[in-house]
């Protein structure tokens, strides 16, 4: 679980004020600029820094999350699942596919400190709406941990669809859990299995939190 949570730790950095410019800047220059930000942004915050989850949250929902397609990661994540969900199903995959993500974000910000974070040169696809950004996590006596970004670009610019760690994809991992759930208990019992993974999810934090 460690090393799913350092990919967390950079994916933050696909934010940056920049997106809200017409120009579509490319996501390795997003990911460049929003590094320092972030970083400063918790080091400067005692409450952050001590693994305050609430606030490390609305830091993420201001500086990543709007940057990442959930829709398109639930897609991929739940597989045959997402085509044989109603609309209204698939709104609830979403929102707890996102939940399961952010649950894990959150975490990850409470197990990562002084790191430092290098972005390799990127390459636009010719013609191409995907791509892929490599980053290496620079962690204090320990070797480089390779995280790659996997982005579309969309109308509103680039955005994440899935991040890999050591070659470990983490929204492709979750297929075939999903489908050995839905194969088993249908999409009413997968949507069940996420609720209740968020649940112990946010017990857990909340324990953890309380015992500080």
Known sequence: MKKLFALLLTAVLSSSPLAVCAEVVAPDVLIKDAVKDVLQTIQQDKDMREGNQKKILALLEEKAFPHFDFTHMTR?????????????QQQMLVAQFRDLMVHTYVKSFTVFQDVKVEVEPFKEPSGGREAIVKTKIIRPGAEPLPVDYYVEKTDSGWKAYDVSV???????????????????????????????????????????????
Do not use: H
Not at 76 to 88: D, F, Y
Not at 171 to 196: F, P
Not at 200 to 209: E, G, N
């Open 76 to 88: 991929m994540g739940v597989g045959i699942a997402w085509r044989k969900a109603t609309p209204e």
């Open 166 to 212: 050591d070659l470990v994809r983490f929204v492709v991992g979750q297929r075939s859990s999903c489908a050995a759930v839905y194969g088993r208990d249908g999409i009413d019992g997968l949507i069940k299995a996420l609720t209740e993974q968020n649940k112990a999810a946010a017990t857990a934090s909340a324990k953890k939190a309380a015992s500080k």
